[in-house]
């Protein structure tokens, strides 16, 4: 599992990372790299696009996770924490536009210099879901940052 | 990157799975293995959950591919094709119960036997975009299996 790419981001750390990054309005790059190039053609026609990165600052986890939005302690899986078994993160980011390999996004929460190990075209038939349930997490996600 | 579970799917093989599970009433169940369990807590309270998993039979990749909607290649990162550079797959599924560390799930099209990754509660604040543009693939999606 190599990566393809790596974000630029105006975030230098985790302490100065958006909770969740479609909160933000800051913009990120994903630098593609060169031998990829090839491979984004035409992804300029979709507004939004799947990134799934490597949290490569994330050291260990535990199952039973506290997260920013509450007191209580759940399982990693039903959480977004960036501390899981297999530390893979998931964004869905608005592309604002290509030039040759490097893709600017909005709403990406990645830290600087994170891997990129793969970028998809979000499709709302495929990914959306008429998703009636959030659990624990229902009634919280406006507090953030 | 280890795998934290096993999918049993009624697709024995990737000429039977659907090419997107979203179109499909089967059902799967993903095995997360017995020392993961603990971090399933609270995942029964989402109606669906976002399943990365390991394109295992993947072999190799083309940075322009044909897809089943069309007769142009695009680029791979500008499609949904198992074969990438990293063959990381992605799937909103719904979760139509927990029974300890087997989740029962519905919309999954991963092949019998593939290693699960990653498994995140799906919230549409966060997975949900105001998406507009899906590019190559408008007005074709309607064709599957």
Redesign the interface.
Known sequence: ????GIIHSPYKNTSEAPY?G?TSEDTSQIE?FKE?E?????????????V?YWFHKSQGYH??VKTPWDDK????????SPH???P?G???S?LLGREKNILKVKGLDAIDGTPV?????????????S???????EGK?RKGR
Do not use: N
């Open positions: 599992m190599k990566p393809v969740q479609c593609v990829f090839e491979g984004l053609q035409d992804i300029e026609g979709f507004s939004h696009i799947i799934i199952l039973l302690p759940h399982g990693v899986f039903a959480t977004r899981r078994p297999c893979l998931l964004t869905v608005e190990l793969d970028i998809k075209p979000y499709v709302p038939p495929l990914d959306e879901s998703s009636t349930k959030i659990g624990w997490l996600l």
